[in-house]
């Protein structure tokens, strides 16, 4: 099984969570072409008095932040994912103990499926899928706020039929007697629209904070294996 290697933006990276000292303290030069294994990491951290388990928590750390994913609506963040290999096969227990734990987290029983080699749990739009790859298995996070979409998709129909309401009632030369109704249609469309977009962006980090730590769980129990 290859072990997996960090490149050079990634070991300072995890440098820098395991110690406030940063890179610039290492002892000597990391190999730039084919980078270094979690093992190498460690060695070189205690070269200078950085302790295995800190340079591990913050490798995890890092292996779950380049997962990241988000879907965007108009450049609002209206879906999130988190993609982590586990680069080891998660044990039937570990699957049915995060399955409690998502229950917990996001307060919904959620539904289980079991196909093959393939698990999933899923409540609506939010998922987690339990995929196996060549190192073992990976875990994929995803949701997708269906509430918001909905309303901004909403306000902008609404704001549609502002346009051709204006545009039928200038041609009619029936304009003036048609604005009561023309800034109701757009109060309603541009409510709607905000309705759905204010609340996206804190939906978002909360979400992006539970499948965090939901992932970064499953990776901290690794070196329990």
């Known amino acids: 099984m290859a072990e997996r290697r960090y490149n050079d933006k ?8 395991a110690t406030e000292e940063g890179p610039q303290s290492l002892p000597r030069e990391v190999a730039r072409d084919e980078g270094l294994t979690l093992a190498e990491l460690q060695a070189i951290g205690g070269e200078v008095g950085i302790p295995s388990d ?5 490798a995890r750390a890092v292996d779950v932040r380049l997962g990241a994913a988000s879907r965007t609506l108009f450049g609002l963040p209206i879906g ?3 993609t982590v290999n586990l680069n080891r096969r998660l044990t039937d227990e570990e699957w049915e103990r995060l399955v409690v734990q998502l229950r917990e987290v996001f307060n919904a029983r959620g539904r289980t499926r079991v196909d093959g080699s393939l698990r999933q749990w899923t409540n609506g739009n939010l998922q987690v899928l339990l995929e196996p790859t060549e190192t073992g298995h990976r875990l994929r996070f995803g949701t997708l706020h269906g509430g918001a979409r909905a309303s901004i998709g909403a306000g902008i129909a609404a704001l549609g039929v502002t346009a051709a309401v204006v545009i039928s009632s200038a041609l009619g030369g029936t304009l003036v007697d048609a604005i009561p109704g023309i800034a109701l249609l757009f109060a309603a469309g541009v409510g709607m629209i905000a ?13 992006e904070r539970q499948m965090e730590a939901l992932a970064a769980g499953i990776t901290s129990s690794e070196k329990d294996t």
Do not use: D
């Open 195 to 207: 309705n759905g977009a204010l609340r996206l962006p804190s939906w978002a980090r909360m979400r």
């Open 10 to 17: 990634e070991i300072a990276a995890i440098f820098r969570a």
């Open 80 to 82: 999130v994912a988190r």
């Open 54 to 58: 800190a340079v591990a928590q913050a």
